[in-house]
């Protein structure tokens, strides 16, 4: 009986455009858990750990960071063309990230003030998420990203399945961890109810309301939100910097339509946190 062809180790390849590594520390914070991937995977192209660089295919590429200028759209476009599957992780390749707030401002202005031969600079007038440019298979949220859910999504992929990454909101980690709602028992506005899970709920645990750093969760209800961040010492300008903050524009792809009745909102945010 001839033996079975051993199977070639999968290759992985991370990448990063504008970003600040945040995402990429993240799989270097693994520790143990990255000793046992590195042993399982063939890390191809990972500059923030190694300067060691190979071609691809790549079974799998992460992304971290947003397209901001010409050669992040063309760099984009090479490394899907490179990889089997891509996967883009964290807040600037998901939505555009805090950069993307330039969307609303004149960045040749900016050009100007910042830079003393802006002439050199060369960029967009936008940074837009990944998905804008390329198809992704897999967008991981998060300001920074969570690491068991870094290392759910390329296990998932390396074994051919879909990553099981919950699209709920912070509100669902706040009752699993039995931390009392910072709105209704203090008033403090709080991006929870339309936030992505994956943070373990962390500035609620510590008395603060969410800031919405994993982005729009997969039910989102701005109509009863607004009011209450209102009810809760927040102006209409207050409300659209909430908003646009770690993921930019995001939100703005949601019906954020005002209500004046607070009631009918406070019903729809304890509907939210208790299905």
């Given at each position: 009986?001839?033996?079975?062809?051993?199977?070639?180790?999968?290759?992985?390849?991370?990448?990063?455009?504008?970003?600040?590594?945040?995402?990429?520390?993240?799989?270097?914070?693994?520790?143990?858990?990255?000793?046992?991937?590195?042993?399982?995977?063939?890390?191809?192209?990972?500059?923030?750990?190694?300067?060691?660089?190979?071609?691809?295919?790549?079974?799998?590429?992460?992304?971290?960071?947003?397209?901001?200028?010409?050669?992040?759209?063309?760099?984009?476009?090479?490394?899907?063309?490179?990889?089997?599957?891509?996967?883009?992780?964290?807040?600037?390749a998901t939505a555009g990230g805090i950069q993307?707030?330039?969307?609303?401002?004149?960045?040749?202005?900016?050009?100007?003030?910042?830079?003393?031969?802006?002439?050199?600079?060369?960029?967009?007038?936008?940074?837009?998420?990944?998905?804008?440019?390329?198809?992704?298979?897999?967008?991981?949220?998060?300001?920074?990203?969570?690491r068991r859910q870094l290392l759910e999504v390329?296990?998932?992929?390396?074994?051919?399945?879909?990553?099981?990454?919950?699209?709920?909101?912070?509100?669902?980690?706040?009752?699993?961890?039995?931390?009392?709602?910072?709105?209704?028992?203090?008033?403090?506005?709080?991006?929870?109810?339309?936030?992505?899970?994956?943070?373990?709920?962390?500035?609620?645990?510590?008395?603060?309301?969410?800031?919405?750093?994993?982005?729009?969760?997969?039910?989102v209800n701005l109509p009863a939100l607004i009011?209450?961040?209102?009810?809760?010492?927040?102006?209409?300008?207050?409300?659209?910097?909430?908003?646009?903050?770690?993921?930019?524009?995001?939100?703005?792809?949601?019906?954020?339509?005002?209500?004046?009745?607070?009631?009918?909102?406070?019903?729809?945010?304890?509907?939210?946190?208790?299905?």
């Amino acid at each position: 009986m001839s033996a079975q062809p051993e199977r070639p180790t999968p290759t992985l390849a991370v990448f990063k455009l504008a970003s600040c590594d945040g995402c990429q520390l993240t799989l270097l914070d693994c520790e143990d858990e990255l000793l046992a991937l590195a042993g399982a995977v063939d890390i191809s192209h990972f500059l923030e750990a190694s300067s060691e660089i190979r071609p691809g295919p790549y079974d799998l590429a992460l992304v971290e960071g947003s397209v901001t200028t010409p050669q992040d759209a063309e760099r984009v476009r090479a490394i899907r063309a490179a990889a089997r599957r891509l996967v883009t992780i964290g807040a600037c390749a998901t939505a555009g990230g805090i950069q993307a707030l330039r969307n609303f401002a004149d960045v040749d202005e900016y050009r100007r003030v910042v830079y003393a031969h802006p002439e050199y600079i060369s960029t967009l007038a936008t940074s837009t998420p990944v998905s804008d440019h390329v198809d992704v298979d897999f967008e991981l949220r998060g300001c920074p990203i969570d690491r068991r859910q870094l290392l759910e999504v390329i296990t998932a992929f390396l074994a051919g399945r879909r990553p099981d990454v919950p699209d709920h909101s912070v509100c669902f980690e706040c009752k699993r961890r039995g931390t009392v709602c910072v709105t209704v028992a203090e008033g403090t506005p709080c991006l929870g109810p339309v936030t992505h899970a994956g943070c373990g709920a962390l500035c609620p645990a510590y008395r603060r309301g969410c800031f919405g750093c994993f982005g729009p969760s997969g039910s989102v209800n701005l109509p009863a939100l607004i009011p209450l961040l209102r009810r809760d010492g927040l102006d209409e300008d207050a409300v659209g910097r909430f908003l646009h903050t770690f993921n930019a524009a995001a939100f703005d792809a949601f019906d954020a339509s005002d209500t004046s009745d607070t009631s009918d909102a406070s019903a729809a945010l304890d509907k939210e946190q208790n299905p």
